[in-house]
């Protein structure tokens, strides 16, 4: 079996915010179309405040959601006790050629910190969305060779899908 890519997607506001009050800062239907296309098929990692925030499995998708409480289950998901232990839960399952670090901001960093991740896919909203969460400085890491890069204008925000590797 080849290694899996481990990707990150998210959607962040100038300043990095990622979130306010466990809620994202903006809801854009197309970056959600993105998302989706990107990530179905393929199993999802996120930590249990992100997926409380969801409120639900997301279809097509394997849902590995992180926390540190052993009695937390939800049907439908894998709950690990570890970063590491979701991505093991990973390999080997339907669509495992890649596998999405879905959030929230610990398990970005932990992520990135680790040396783990080989593929961002940030979707940047023009302006400040007074975020409460922030997501960790990616360029310290290494992400500066740019793959794609689309500017769009919809729904009263300016934004761009920018898709980066090392």
């Known amino acids: 079996?080849?290694?899996?890519?481990?990707?990150?997607?998210?959607?962040?506001?100038?300043?990095?915010?990622?979130?306010?009050?466990?809620?994202?800062?903006?809801?854009?239907?197309?970056?959600?179309?993105?998302?989706?296309?990107?990530?179905?098929?393929?199993?999802?990692?996120?930590?249990?405040?992100?997926?409380?925030?969801?409120?639900?499995?997301?279809?097509?998708?394997?849902n590995i959601i992180i926390t540190r409480d052993i009695h937390f289950t939800i049907e439908g998901a894998i709950v690990c006790s570890s970063l590491e232990e979701g991505l093991e839960k990973a390999k080997g399952g339907p669509g495992d050629d890649e596998i999405f670090i879905f959030g929230g901001r610990q398990i970005f960093q932990e992520s990135l910190e680790k040396g783990l991740v080989d593929r961002l896919y940030l979707t940047v909203v023009k302006g400040d969305y007074g975020a409460d969460t922030f997501f960790p400085e990616y360029e310290q890491f290494g992400f500066t060779n740019s793959i794609e890069k689309v500017e769009r204008k919809a729904d009263g925000y300016q934004y761009t899908f920018i898709t980066l590797e090392k």
Do not use: Y
């Open 1 to 62: 079996m080849n290694k899996p890519r481990i990707s990150i997607i998210v959607a962040i506001d100038e300043k990095r915010g990622i979130g306010k009050r466990n809620d994202l800062l903006v809801k854009i239907p197309e970056d959600f179309k993105r998302m989706k296309e990107l990530t179905s098929g393929h199993a999802i990692i996120m930590g249990r405040k992100t997926f409380e925030s969801i409120g639900h499995v997301l279809p097509n998708r394997t």
